[in-house]
């Protein structure tokens, strides 16, 4: 449901989804709501549809506090994707226009400045305000117009079709921007999920919730470049593990995860419950253990109740085990899988136990490592050894955090202030 605008948009990638599926199973109800009447329009379909997809995380927000959504739910997502799509949109429309001097809404910064990385511009001039809750909407407008009328920012780049259209009838330069089709596919097919497991009958439905356990952040460290990374690693983990169940992946934060799936999937992730899901596999490749609550229950509202409660009772076991519970108030404590199932599990998707290409990274950053100690690196330390760009330095670590050979530590401050200092320690035992 949404604005007339993007629902047509959404429409046609729901047809593409209809296509890939049986079509005579699946049937998409359009609840516009142009005229922001949001409850109306879910009294309209509530009782027509089995799952509910927002066009992004605003809508999704205002309609979640109403208390009518009775449905498992989601939105599609923002991310640099649409931000790489606007870049291009206005650079045609408008080839003199600076892209290194916007304002941009909804986004968070670390996003935009990670998208910018991969193009090769500078963001120190991009001014941002992230999406907190429906009430830092309020603030999108004014932040764009001061940032427009100071000569700090180019071009306006906003998510609400209100602001485009506050900003366009003051005069203001403003471009849409808007999730890309595969995002928007994404949304779509997780939706397609959520509602077929509303049918599945009893205890049919499984949510695992996956909850990192690291250390608490002090007064002075900034840790949250720290915290993001390590996030947006431990959710591809997740993705490509969950993948072989059917599973779908939500990030609620920085260290909360939900994974939804069928009770068959939740079979072959455990092995019929005998062990506990993704718990050996994030501790052996990211080096941060953690905490597994495992929910069932005849809806996903329920399940995921259970899954959230049996998370805390495994955080307090310190991550030690996971915890089950189902409808029935049942529970089950699953221990982790085995050292050696953990290094099967942390083996990169391509199949190869350690690419030869980043076995010699290891070593050429090891041999100028002093002995016995933990092997700590940074973009600048790999580009000086490695003899290559910042840049590439850069993508060199990221791929050793993708195979399970590093993982980010706290971020340390920079002397002049600016981005922190991301560093990284090597897990120099896996080459042995």
Request: proline share 5%; charged share 25%.
């Amino acid at each position: 449901m949404g604005q007339r605008r993007l629902l047509r948009e959404m429409q046609s990638c729901a047809q593409q989804v209809i296509e890939r599926y049986a079509p005579q199973r699946l049937k998409f109800v359009a609840a516009p709501t142009d005229d922001g009447d949001e409850e109306s329009a879910i009294e309209r379909i509530a009782d027509r549809i089995d799952a509910a997809v927002f066009p992004g995380p605003w809508l999704y927000d205002r309609i979640r506090r109403t208390g009518w959504l009775s449905v498992p739910a989601t939105h599609v997502a923002l991310s640099g994707s649409a931000l790489y799509s606007a870049l291009l949109r206005a650079r045609l429309a408008d080839p003199t226009v600076d892209l290194t001097r916007l304002s941009i809404d909804s986004l968070r910064r670390s996003d935009v400045v990670e998208a910018y990385e991969e193009l090769g511009l500078p963001a120190d001039r991009v001014r941002c305000l992230a999406y907190t809750g429906p009430e830092s909407v309020g603030q999108f407008t004014t932040f764009h117009a001061a940032a427009l009328e100071s000569g700090e920012a180019s071009l306006a780049l906003t998510t609400i079709l209100s602001v485009e259209r506050e900003l366009r009838a003051a005069g203001h330069p403003v471009l849409r921007l808007s999730p890309t089709r595969a995002t928007v596919r994404d949304a779509i097919e997780t939706a397609v999920l959520l509602g077929q497991g509303t049918r599945l009958g009893a205890n049919r439905i499984a949510m695992i919730a996956v909850r990192l356990i690291t250390a608490p952040r002090s007064a002075t460290q900034d840790t949250d470049y720290w915290q993001q990374e390590l996030a947006l690693a431990a959710q591809q983990r997740l993705l490509t593990h969950g993948r072989r169940a059917g599973a779908t992946v939500t990030r609620r934060s920085d260290t909360l995860f939900l994974v939804t799936t069928t009770h068959e999937g939740l079979d072959l992730l455990t092995e019929r419950l005998q062990l506990a899901p993704f718990m050996s596999m994030i501790t052996a490749s990211l080096g941060v253990p953690v905490a597994v609550g495992v929910g069932v229950g005849p809806t996903a509202r329920s399940a995921e109740a259970n899954a959230l409660g049996a998370v805390e009772e495994s955080l307090a076991g310190k991550g030690t085990y996971a915890v089950y519970r189902d409808s029935g108030g049942d529970r089950i404590d699953l221990p982790p899988g085995s050292s050696d199932t953990a290094r099967v599990e942390s083996v990169p998707d391509n199949g190869s136990s350690l690419d030869d290409r980043l076995r010699a990274i290891m070593d050429r950053l090891v041999e100028r490592a002093d002995e016995d100690q933990p092997v700590i690196a940074d973009v600048e330390t790999v580009a000086a050894v490695m003899s290559v760009t910042p840049r590439t330095g850069r993508r060199m670590l990221k791929d050793l955090v993708a195979a399970g050979l590093a993982w980010p530590l706290p971020s340390a401050p920079s002397a002049g202030g600016g981005r922190p200092r991301q560093l990284f320690r090597l897990l120099t035992e896996k080459l042995e």
